[in-house]
């Protein structure tokens, strides 16, 4: 079956503006994870959604981020006025449920410049 | 808080040699365990994971690791690499079953 998909695969944008990274969870899979890879290092916990709701976004670094689920299916990771520390790959994965397996997609590359 | 610690960012062995990547982990309750293997410009794919029962865990592609309670360690290994296998590998951790947290990675090399 389909993985999990996400878009765009590449982004490039300015110090300043808002964008916007989708992702395309499995289907049925009601957990949904965002994670942040910056070059060199592994992937850092951004926020975990359990159906439509946030049930842990402690890993968001500050306001700017935010994320939204509002169907329990796609999410959208959404970075206001953004920065150039903010460049870096940006993961989504999703489980059937909290304590199964994630699966990954292959990431949207973010260049601020 | 849970951690890990993958000691070396780089390994490299020649094909047909024993693969050891090292991975270190701190949790305050029985964690899941599990290693990710990354091609270049792919996402992360799943080797293996442990989460309860049998300390020996089998994945594919011929890895496996072992977890060992007293050392705190889950160490992945291969009898004989292949050219295939080199990639980056991340140990992570997760004491919930949700946020996985996950170490700084290995980049395996392979010499022909």
């Known amino acids: 079956g389909a993985g999990v998909s996400q878009t765009p695969s590449n982004k490039v944008t300015e110090k300043g503006k808002y964008v916007e990274l989708r992702c395309d969870p499995i289907?049925?899979?009601?957990?949904l994870y965002w994670y942040r890879q910056s070059l060199g290092q592994g992937p850092e916990f951004l926020i975990y959604?359990?159906?439509?709701?946030?049930?842990?976004d402690s890993g968001l670094p500050n306001d700017r981020f935010f994320a939204v689920r509002p169907e329990g299916s796609v999410s959208t990771l959404k970075i206001q006025r953004t920065e150039r520390g903010d460049s870096a790959v940006y993961l989504c994965?999703?489980?059937?449920?909290?304590?199964?397996?994630?699966?990954f997609g292959p990431g949207t590359r973010l260049l601020v410049l | 808080a849970q951690s890990v610690t993958q000691l070396g960012s780089h390994v490299s062995v020649s094909e047909g040699a024993l693969v050891l990547l090292r991975c270190n982990y701190s949790?305050?309750?029985?964690?899941?365990l599990f290693w990710y293997v990354q091609y270049p410009n792919q996402g992360l794919q799943l080797l293996l994971k442990?989460?309860?029962?049998?300390?020996l865990v089998k994945g594919i592609n011929g890895f496996e690791a072992e977890f060992k309670k007293s050392e705190t360690s889950f160490h992945l290994t291969k009898p004989s690499a292949h050219m295939s296998d080199a990639a980056e590998y991340f140990c992570?951790?997760?004491?919930?079953?949700?946020?996985?947290?996950f170490g700084a990675g290995t980049i395996l090399r392979v010499k022909s």
């Open positions: 959604f359990q159906g439509t709701g946030a049930a842990d």
């Open positions: 992570a951790v997760t004491e919930y079953g949700n946020k996985l947290v």
């Open positions: 442990y989460t309860t029962g049998a300390t």
């Open positions: 994965a999703s489980s059937l449920n909290h304590k199964e397996t994630q699966y």
């Open positions: 289907s049925g899979h009601t957990a």
């Open positions: 949790s305050s309750v029985p964690p899941y």
